[in-house]
C-alpha cells in the first residue's frame, strides 16, 4: 500500500477540511476540525473498547465512525453538515485499516499525522535541567486505496 506526503500549494486557496477522528485534540499546528461536544463523545465512545474486539464490532465501529463524519454536526441545519475532505485517524492499529476503508468509500481522504521529535532543555528554578520530549506537527501522511483488482 502506497504511502505519501500530502501537501497543499501555495496558491491553492480552497480550504481543505480535515475533520478530527481521533482520542485527542488537535494542535493549532494541524488546523483540523474538531467535531461538537454530542459527536465527539459519541466518537469517543466509538473509538474506546474494553474487551478484545471480534472482526464484526470493528467493522461496526469504523462504519459508525465514517457516518459520523459524514453527519458530523457541523452545519447550521439537520442534514447540512459540511463534506470533511480528510480525516486525521490514528488510534487502536486493529481498527484503522477497517476505518480508512470506510472514510474512502465515502469519499474522504485518511490522514494520519506525522510528528518530530525535538528534545528541549528546560532549566528549572533550582538551577537543575529537565530534558523534556516535544512532539511537532510536521505533516500528513495519506494512505491510497487499495487498487480495484
Known amino acids: 500500500m502506497p ?7 501555495a496558491c491553492d486557496s480552497t480550504p481543505m477540511m480535515i475533520l478530527n477522528l481521533t482520542q485527542h485534540q488537535g494542535t493549532p499546528e494541524q488546523g483540523v476540525t474538531e467535531l461538537p461536544p454530542q459527536e465527539r463523545a459519541a466518537l469517543l465512545g466509538l473509538l474506546t473498547f474494553d474487551e478484545p474486539p471480534s472482526a464484526q464490532e470493528i467493522g461496526n465501529a469504523a462504519m459508525a465512525i465514517a457516518e459520523l463524519a459524514v453527519h458530523n454536526g457541523l ?10 475532505h480528510a480525516a486525521m485517524i490514528g488510534g487502536a492499529p486493529f481498527l484503522m485499516s477497517a476505518l480508512e476503508r470506510e472514510l474512502q468509500a465515502r469519499g474522504i481522504k485518511p490522514l494520519y499525522a ?4 525535538e528534545s528541549v532543555e528546560q532549566v528549572q528554578p533550582d538551577g537543575s535541567v529537565r530534558k523534556v520530549a516535544v512532539f ?12 480495484v483488482p
Do not use: T
Not at 114 to 117: E, I, L, T, V
Not at 137 to 147: K, S
Open 3 to 9: 504511502i505519501h506526503w500530502v501537501r497543499r500549494r
Open 75 to 84: 452545519g447550521p441545519f439537520d442534514g447540512e453538515d459540511p463534506i470533511a
Open 114 to 117: 506525522f510528528s518530530r521529535r
Open 136 to 147: 511537532r506537527h510536521a505533516g500528513w501522511v495519506e494512505v491510497e486505496p487499495d487498487p
